[in-house]
């Protein structure tokens, strides 16, 4: 890797790792040793990639990414006791697809302190590099609470994206290291499209807002969550919603 490096020029994460120390360099070694050359740019556009993968490793280690097959949409429902939770996932049970912009996917959120539900789909078209500005807009537009872990997330995709563009079959990239993603489901991490984009981070989002714009406390694990997809069934979430809200939200239903 290091030879990789001296090749493509990437003096910025070259000084990044010579700052790093010894032992911290192996490490580094070991964890990104899949990383491809679009892997390693991104890393030198951005080394607080390094620092962000210092502090929070074992976070994207310490509960496994497992994608539960989806739900019945009527099994979740009967099973909720009368009352706002259930009437928000009524809400969203009575949406059909297409929802907004050809989105197939849609979420609810209920939070105690808030007078309505919030209802928002999925946000199609911000992948790619005709899109760059689209998503960073989108982003920007995300409260800090779910900003932490965008960047990196987006960075561990398109490095598995890149060895995919290669080899269709491969199964390469630095998630391996990164990521505690069950056995076969690695291809979720391209499937799930950008994160930050889809419904539930897109519903939290606009929870918080309201929450702060009325002057409450922020506290995540008070929000509650469902999502529905195009096939009207209670599905999961994919990788990077998972780790942009892991515990912080209570998921009614499919995790």
Not at 73 to 90: A, F, P, T
Not at 162 to 171: P, R, Y
Not at 177 to 191: C, F, P, V
Not at 238 to 245: A, K, Q, S, T
Request: glycine share 6%.
């Amino acid at each position: 890797m290091l030879a990789k490096i001296d090749d493509l020029d990437l003096t910025t994460l070259a000084k990044k790792l010579d700052d790093l120390g010894d032992v911290t360099t192996a490490k580094f070694l070991d964890d990104f040793g899949e990383i491809s050359s679009d892997g390693l740019k991104i890393l030198d556009k951005k080394p607080n990639l390094i620092d962000h993968w210092k502090k929070h490793k074992q976070y994207f280690l310490d509960k496994e990414y497992s994608a539960p097959n989806d739900l019945d949409i009527d099994q979740i429902y009967n099973s909720l006791s009368e009352g706002s939770k259930k009437e928000m996932v009524k809400r969203v049970n009575e949406a059909l697809p297409p929802f907004k912009d050809g989105s197939f996917v849609i979420s609810g959120g209920y939070h105690s302190k808030l007078d309505d539900f919030v209802i928002k789909n999925n946000i199609p078209k911000v992948d790619g590099i005709k899109n760059e500005e689209k998503f960073k807009k989108l982003v920007e537009d995300l409260e800090p609470e779910l900003q932490e872990h965008i960047e990196y997330l987006d960075f561990i995709r398109e490095d598995y994206k890149a060895h995919k563009a290669l080899d269709q079959t491969s199964k390469k990239g630095v998630f391996n290291k990164l990521l505690n993603i069950a056995k076969g489901k690695e291809n979720k991490l391209i499937q799930a499209g950008k994160p930050g984009s889809h419904a539930e981070v897109q519903v939290v989002n606009e929870i918080i807002k309201k929450l702060r714009q009325k002057g409450e406390q922020i506290n995540l694990e008070e929000i509650f969550l469902y999502v529905k997809n195009k096939s009207n069934r209670n599905m999961c979430r994919c990788p990077n919603c998972f780790y942009i809200l892991k515990d912080k939200v209570k998921m009614i239903g499919n995790e």
